[in-house]
């Protein structure tokens, strides 16, 4: 039974967002929930692919069982296969003990898989195979474990993408995919910036003894009109700094970031997308110059080099700081190493 303490509209309460983009999201989980179907949550980093697994789960039959998190970006592929399925001692280099995996955590339950484009294909077989026949082995064991679990994935990237590029399987995509939910980024969505700055000054102002309950009109207007690339974990950084550093009870102008105050990101942004359009235009003329008339597989080709030359400047951009490279690209760190791998740019 779903959370029997809870509404399904109060638990919906919960995610900020009243215009027409988020009422598609909230119409789909409320009938997504109910089911046993695996879900897959599609969006930008920082739209709240979190909150909607959790709804998800608590608007579920399963909600009285637990509900396990894993990121799959933040662990090598060793570490998360014994992470998702367990190990049994000696199976490896540190392994003294038997170890529960999060699958078996979850039995009963839900589990979310967050950056799922991150595991390497090797795993992605296991996870196909948990997902088809509920059952797999823990790392250096051959009894198998049967698991009663949903699956809820998440990813921040075009996954169908990654299935034609090879790095993602499509048969687990498509196992995944039963029910696909898209959050919006927060930039097509301007008509809720007002509730989500109304709730985080309610949570910062608690959080730090102070009572910041006014919004400026200009500090609004900035806000409705900046960009967000970083979606609403980025407005939730800025409401607390604010709240912080506010010397009255209104969010003025003036406490907000240069970005926001002048919406300096859209800007970068439109001057980013004209550097990448010249360096599409530059990478297809190199390519088409060099292969003959009735040469074959161009598409592949070209996108393989724009992508190479893209990661090539983004990497001596961050000074070759992988993390600081993925977040300017939009990928986890996983990734990026891939293809600095496939593309022979490992320094």
Sequence with gaps: MSDPSKSIDDIISNIIGSGPAMSEVFRVTRKVANSSASALILGETGTGKELIASALHRLSPRAGGPLVKVNCGALSESLLESELFGHVRGSFTGAVNNRTGRFEAAHGGSIFLDEIDSTSTKLQVKLLRVLQEREFERVGDTETIRVDTRVIAASNRNLLEEVEEGTFREDLYWRLNVVPIYLPPLRNRPEDVRDLVVHFLDQYSLANNRVVSHIAPD????????????????????????????????????????????????????????SLDLLTTTVIEKELASVGPNETGLHTKIVNSVERELISQVMAECNHVRTRAAARLGINRNTLHKKLKEYGLES
């Design 219 to 274: 500090a609004l207007s900035a806000m409705e009109a900046y960009d967000w690339p970083g979606n609403v974990r980025e407005l939730q950084n800025y409401i607390e700094r604010a709240v912080v550093m506010a010397d009255g009870d209104t969010l003025e102008v003036d406490l907000l970031p240069e970005q926001v105050r002048t919406g300096r990101a859209a800007g970068f942004r439109k001057k980013e997308m004209a």
